[in-house]
């Protein structure tokens, strides 16, 4: 045994980069040898995966990002393993083989507005330099975010790996249609798009062309963005339906006339990728890495622009979503990622 996987993000909500964590491992764990590498969590972690060649410890109860630079740091140093580490952080001390998803808080630091926030946005540029200044692999999403980190942090390319997302996690959970019922919602008569906490995911766009569009229907899932003011309250036309488990969210993006994806910046972006593995049309922000991962199959906006016709936008031709959908793979996805940590 060499590596400790970092397993802090499984104590934590869920998010795009606990799923590539999860997906990842759950993959790598298919094809590895039995205690190949082991999986280090915190004792309160609950949502950790079930894995069969990697063994899963629990250790410390240190609570938020200390737990990584304190009980995992000291767990590195006691076993003497090298740690790969999923969730955009590291041990200071003991630094590793990184996934940096994005430099966010690098490019767009006014994304950071509350306290919390800057405390976070500091941490991860701390952890950031250093990982630049390792001679660790640095692993990343999108070639969009290997060429921000190499020109920001002047890091060798050939130390910056990409290897992407996927979209197969939707076929393990089924449809629950009770969401369109209580909703009162028909089939293609509405437009999707999932809230977000963050400023960069853009949902404040959404409402605004709902109220320069009131003949038309939008339905907007998840938690109600920080700091909008009241610039953000919600019109006739918007049906918010708070939190959504994933399978009401699959039957969602089936019955939409469209998925609206908004966002100001982006790592990779998987929402898009998983409206398209269930048919459904998707409006996209035009911004960042996006047009790299959806290339000519969805229907692009400017995330700026509120004075903007859907129905014209979704007139407009695109190619065919198979041909992004065969690109991404989580097994293709967890067998680059083996074998760059074997080597």
């Known amino acids: 045994m060499k590596y400790a996987f970092n397993g802090f993000l499984f104590s934590q909500r869920q998010t795009g980069v606990m799923r590539f964590a999860k ?129 920001k942090y002047h890091v060798d390319p050939e130390r910056v790996h990409v290897i992407g997302n996927a979209w197969q996690h939707v076929n393990e959970y089924g449809y629950d249609d009770s969401i369109l019922d209580k909703n009162g919602l028909k089939d293609k008569d509405y437009y999707f798009s999932l809230g977000s906490l963050s400023k960069m995911k853009n949902t404040k766009w959404f409402i605004e062309v709902a109220k320069k569009q009131p003949d038309k229907l939008f339905v907007l899932s998840g938690a109600r963005p920080q700091n909008v003011g009241d610039s953000f309250a919600m019109p006739k036309n918007v049906i918010a339906t708070g939190f959504v488990t994933d399978e009401e969210v699959k039957s969602l993006i089936r019955g939409c006339k469209a998925f609206v994806y908004a966002s100001i910046y982006d790592g990779f972006g998987i929402p898009p990728l998983e409206a398209l593995s269930q048919g459904a049309q998707v409006i996209c922000s035009s911004a960042a890495c996006l047009p790299e991962v959806y290339r000519n199959c969805v229907h692009y906006i400017d995330p700026y622009n509120t004075d903007i016709d859907l129905e014209k936008v979704l007139r407009e031709p695109i190619d065919d979503a198979q041909e992004v959908l065969n690109r991404y793979s989580w097994d293709k996805s967890a067998r680059e990622f083996y074998e760059l940590i074997k080597d």
């Open 23 to 151: 997906e990842i491992l759950l993959g790598i764990d298919k094809i590895c040898k039995k205690n190949e590498f082991v999986l280090v969590v915190p004792k309160y972690a609950e949502l950790v995966p079930s894995l069969n060649n990697i063994k899963t410890i629990k250790v410390g109860s240190t609570k938020g990002n200390m737990w990584e630079q304190k009980d995992f740091a000291k767990f590195l140093k006691d076993k003497d393993l090298d740690s790969v580490n999923f969730n955009n952080a590291m041990p200071l001390f003991r630094p590793g083989i990184i996934v940096i998803h994005d430099i966010a808080y690098k490019i767009h630091p006014e994304f950071s507005t509350s306290f919390h926030g800057k405390l976070s946005n500091v941490y991860h540029r701390m952890i950031y330099n250093r990982a630049a200044k390792s001679n660790k692999p640095i692993i990343t999403v999108t070639y969009f975010s290997k060429y921000q980190i190499i020109d």
